[in-house]
């Protein structure tokens, strides 16, 4: 929210729901994809399909990279990350693809509520602002260069979409 007073009353009307709050620490821009790979099915190029496929999961491994660095940066140590995905045929597709990279890469798999034990998720929210954004950037010290970098990752995923023709 804009303001604390809006941050805290959206929380307790959550919270006076039982929603559970998950603060994503893997923030991305899957859903840039998700049109395009759409058309794609609906059009059966699986040529265009497979392109987007493979685009996701780069995409998706910077993110947790970048991710991860910002962690050791701010906390000093890995955590528990929390990665977002956007409800789309894209994540369906190739969510099998993404997790055998992570795994490839010495990730393990955990619940929720396992990753919310860190102590990080217990830190205080310093921003506000209406950007939805990475837990690792809401806490202290807020850096502007680390929502730059997320704004230049989606930047070049629409470069690279526009690369596919009518994408």
Known sequence: GSSAERR????????????????VTVDNSDYLIGRPFGAALAEGD?????????????????MVEHSQEVARRKLGRD????????ATASVAYNLGALLDALQERGFAFITLEEALQDPAYRLPDAYLGPKGLSWLYRIEPLSE????????????????????GDS
Not at 46 to 62: D, I, N, P
């Open 145 to 164: 260069d680390d929502v730059a970098w997320d704004d230049r990752q989606a930047e070049q995923l629409r470069s690279r979409l526009a690369e596919g």
């Open 46 to 62: 699986s040529v265009e399909q497979t392109r987007l496929g493979e685009l996701f999961v780069e995409h998706m491994l910077a």
């Open 79 to 86: 955590i528990d990350h929390i990665l977002l995905l956007h």
């Open 8 to 23: 805290d009353a959206a929380l307790a009307v959550l919270d006076e729901l039982d929603y559970r709050i998950a603060h």
